[in-house]
């Protein structure tokens, strides 16, 4: 795992970020929106923790070395988030949602919103065959979505 990094908040703040992330030459405001968009599309409509438990799986992939570093690169890195490859324009149009998943993203990078996911690296949908995700240790159940590490 990446040592402990600040960011810099757009507006100025600095934010300690309790999660191992490097930013590095990515803006806070960056990371919260690329963060945002993954919680958006891959936890839509469930509760607080599940939808930090996507903010944190994105976060523990940055942290780890076999992932990009950032949470933009992490999120954008081929097709590990479906919606990447699902042909449809990455547009938050749901305001509410888009407000929720914004709100866990900042607070995430934060620090408020622990890892409820104990770690986890990946995750899929509990209404899919497992397959290789089998062979990894499981984590937590939460939101209609199994984590592993």
Known sequence: ???????????????????????RAQSADQAVQCLAEAVYFESRGTG???????????LNRAGDDEFPDTPCDVVQDGC?????????????????DRAKALATARAVLEGAMPDPTNGALFFHSERIDPGWFATRDRTATLGGHIFYR
């Open 48 to 58: 607080p923790q599940s939808r930090a438990a996507v903010a944190h799986v994105v």
């Open 80 to 96: 590990q988030f479906s919606y990447q490859c699902d042909g449809k324009p990455e547009r938050l149009t749901e305001a509410e």
């Open 1 to 23: 795992m990446r040592p402990i990094k600040p960011i810099v908040a757009a507006i100025g703040a600095v934010i300690a970020v309790l999660a191992p992330v490097a930013v």
